[in-house]
């Protein structure tokens, strides 16, 4: 099992331009969620979904969006970078129940 | 916004001794769970904690979720420079969506041998 895989690993952007971040998992988990990690901020919630077409918003969702039309997928789009947003991404994804989270190993975004 | 406050925010000791890590908020949640995550990785999930007072033991590692399931705590006996990394508290709000998971900010521990 691949577990959760996150692509890329690394990115620039200049500020202004799109792009979107990868993640799928094989663990048919039902619940997926994109945080956001910044020095001295924790973890905070972006967006997050229950299932295949539900999506809900998080602590900070402003300046991203989210789909879910597989079980599988989980992308997340930047629609505009900018400066505020380089940080490390994580997307994780979880069975129903009180079983945790599996994360991925991140992407590192920079905008300048 | 709920809040997870985790102390103390900076840890140094020397192989051998013992610490607490505290997790607390004003908010009651239906589960508590710890993460340990290590530099350039994400997190990984150490236990979760359901019901309150539900201690859990993972080797050298204590877990307690509190009476009123508003704070948790990990206690390391013996540290080893293994256990060196970033310990995250996470909770669900009793009631809330599980894919509302909050985060503490974190206890980063450095063990010296």
């Known amino acids: 099992n691949a577990g959760v895989t996150q692509t890329p690993k690394f990115q620039v952007l200049k500020t202004g331009q799109s792009m979107t971040l990868q993640c799928a998992q094989d663990?048919?988990?039902?619940?997926m969620s994109w945080y956001r990690q910044d020095p001295g901020m924790g973890l905070r919630l972006i967006h997050y979904s229950v299932g295949a077409g539900i999506t809900d918003q998080g602590e900070v969702p402003n300046g991203y969006n989210v789909s879910r039309s597989t079980t599988e997928d989980f992308p997340l789009r930047l629609l505009s970078a900018a400066p505020s947003q380089t940080s490390v991404y994580f997307c994780?994804?979880?069975?129903?129940?009180?079983?945790?989270?599996?994360f991925g190993s991140g992407t590192r975004l920079t905008v300048v | 916004t709920q809040l997870l406050e985790q102390s103390p925010q900076f840890l140094s000791i020397q192989e051998g001794e013992n610490l607490t890590v505290y997790c607390n908020s004003s908010s009651v949640f239906s589960s508590l769970q710890w993460y340990r995550q290590e530099p350039g990785e994400g997190p990984v999930l150490l236990v979760t904690?359901?019901?309150?007072?539900e201690v859990k033991k993972l080797k050298r590692l204590t877990f307690q979720f509190g009476d009123a399931r508003k704070d948790s705590s990990l206690h390391i006996t013996a540290a080893q420079p293994g256990d060196t990394g970033l310990y995250l508290c996470?909770?669900?709000?009793?009631?809330?969506?599980?894919?509302?998971?909050?985060f503490g900010k974190g206890t980063k521990l450095s063990v010296k041998p």
């Open positions: 996470a909770g669900l709000n009793y009631g809330g969506s599980q894919g509302n998971l909050i």
């Open positions: 994780a994804s979880s069975p129903p129940g009180q079983g945790g989270y599996t």
């Open positions: 904690v359901v019901t309150g007072g």
């Open positions: 663990m048919n988990h039902e619940y």
